[in-house]
């Protein structure tokens, strides 16, 4: 009779995708890890789960906690946060912006019992689909209502990656357990590179709105900032559109496309700085060619793998080529936010099935590397943006379709007599891409191109498509602020946020810096309290 000792322990096995995926495979890998029969497997649970590609065959490295004999795995705990009800005289926090790191603040202020009033120029998620729809059926940009402004910001309608290397900033955990309480699949908890997907996201922000009004807090929508209350150099509240006023310390959390919001601190003498950022083309592949090459398999992924990833990166001319925002089983979308504005980015749903994979290819630029927006000082490189993207607009005939070009003719420095199909709705124009793009980052995109077909061949395909333009990686300007208190350097209760003000780059990062700026309002109020009493 075979005899076995009761345990509980946590375990690392690396298996097969099918074995991986299927729950009575894993239990006999399982057993074979513990040197026990199958049948002395009671509970097991996965809590850590990452694919390694690096060679064939590709495996699946998994971190499981398993039980034997009548033992069960412990209980859960995903740190829930705890919500309590603002009192009717509760301290109150003004945050500009229903993206990530707005939404994060928000509730962050609720936990440490202040009141937070969330503004956004924007609609609510679900009116807000409508006017992204709209963007491909007849090409009109509500310049209130797109895949930038909104309720849940630019990262609403987006894959909802969530990987950072932000670690540290702050408490990643927080944030993914946060976004599991409101509805997010524990997937999330456990993957090494999670992500929600925007067919899910939208459902996720609802419910972060609705804890955020149920625990005392406002969020309101069509409400533009037009000004900040500044007496003595210190923030009073906000002045929004129709005039109303609203008191209080301002979190700043806009995102990166407010360009309004810059131009109104910039002319009101509020420091800000120019900042390097990326500018480039999203690039458009078969997701299977993607597959076959990161899956090192003519077969591709297979029933059991998940539509591949990549990320390159190389320097060209002692500046970084690299991908940016890469969405599996993705789309191209359109992301211009105003009038004359030309921008694409990508997005993909939960299951990440479409036909195509897309990335951003990037160039980092600086402000010294282009003199001529010199003059323009602070706002050089948001200059530089809405000269492109007008660029771009004007290539396209005036209109939301996108100026594209096969991966090979870019490379080849010629014209293109066809493209391949696409995802993206609005519809591509054949166009030199190549010559649209300034030759600085043009020239080194055709180096990071070929680079990169020689770390994988076939990667460099005439199937593929470079699609302009990706110009929205990140903010243009800094908002500086004082380390220890997160205040801007010279005004005080304003606390700039998020990817907007220059201190983040996704929606994890975005989160985190809302947090911390919430608590370092949160400091500041109990700071004045003692030195009232």
Not at 260 to 271: E, S
Request: with cysteine.
């Amino acid at each position: 009779m075979f005899n076995f000792v009761a345990m509980i322990k946590e375990l690392e096995i690396k298996t097969s995708p099918e074995k991986a995926s299927t729950p009575e495979l894993l239990r006999g890998e399982i057993a074979r890890k513990l040197g026990v029969k199958i049948s002395a497997v009671s509970d097991w649970r996965v809590v850590r789960r990452a694919i390694d590609a690096r060679r064939s065959p590709v495996t699946v490295v998994l971190g499981v906690i398993a039980a034997t004999g009548k033992d069960k795995c412990p209980v859960e705990h995903s740190d829930s946060p705890v919500y309590q009800k603002v009192s009717p005289d509760a301290p109150q926090v003004v945050i500009v912006g229903a993206g990530p790191a707005g939404l994060f603040a928000a509730l962050r202020a609720l936990e440490l019992g202040m009141k937070p009033i969330v503004v956004e120029r924007g609609k609510e998620v679900d009116q807000r689909r409508v006017d992204v729809a709209e963007i491909s059926r007849s090409g009109v940009v509500d310049p209130d209502s797109n895949y930038c402004f909104g309720e849940g910001g630019a990262g609403a309608f987006s894959d909802g990656k969530l990987f950072t290397r932000s670690k540290k900033r702050g408490n990643i955990r927080e944030i993914l357990s946060t976004l599991y309480h409101h509805g997010a699949s524990r997937d999330i908890l456990v993957d090494a590179h999670p992500h929600i997907g925007s067919d899910r996201l939208p459902r996720i922000i609802k419910s972060m709105r609705e804890t955020i009004r149920k625990y005392g807090g406002e969020v309101r929508f069509g409400a533009r900032m037009e000004n900040l209350l500044i007496t003595d150099g210190k923030v009073q509240g906000i002045v929004l559109a129709d005039g109303t006023r609203i008191e209080g310390p301002v979190i700043l959390a806009t995102g990166h496309s407010a360009r309004d919001v810059y131009k109104m601190l910039h002319a009101g003498g509020v420091g800000i700085e120019a900042k390097g950022l990326a500018i480039g083309v999203r690039l458009e592949h078969p997701q299977h060619l993607i597959d076959s090459l990161q899956y090192h398999s003519p077969n591709g992924r297979g029933q059991w793998l998940p539509a591949a990833e990549y990320r390159y990166v190389t320097q060209v001319d002692g500046r970084g080529v690299y991908s940016f925002c890469m969405c599996p089983g993705g789309v191209v979308v359109p992301s211009a936010s105003g009038p004359e504005q030309n921008a694409v980015n990508g997005m993909s749903s939960s299951a990440r099935n479409s036909y195509w994979a897309n990335s951003g290819m990037v160039v980092e630029v600086h402000p010294e590397d282009f003199p001529e927006y010199s003059d323009e000082g602070e706002m050089s490189m948001l200059a530089l943006q809405e000269n492109l993207e007008k660029r771009f607009y004007e290539a396209a005939g005036a209109s939301q379709k996108a100026p594209a070009q096969r991966m090979t003719d870019f490379v080849e420095r010629r014209d293109s007599k066809n493209l391949p199909p696409s995802s993206f709705a609005p519809g591509l124009i054949e166009a030199r891409v190549d010559k649209l793009l300034p030759a600085q980052i043009s020239d080194r995109l055709r180096e990071g191109f070929k680079e990169f077909g020689r770390r994988s061949s076939g990667f460099m395909t005439k199937d593929a498509t470079v699609i302009g333009l990706e110009s929205r990686t990140s903010s243009p300007v800094r908002i500086p602020r004082k380390p220890d208190t997160l205040e801007h350097i010279s005004v005080e209760n304003l606390y700039p946020a998020g990817e907007g003000a220059g201190y983040a780059g996704g929606i994890v990062s975005a989160a985190i810096d809302g947090r911390r700026c919430a608590e370092a309002v949160f400091a500041k109020f109990e700071k004045e309290s003692k030195n009232n009493d």
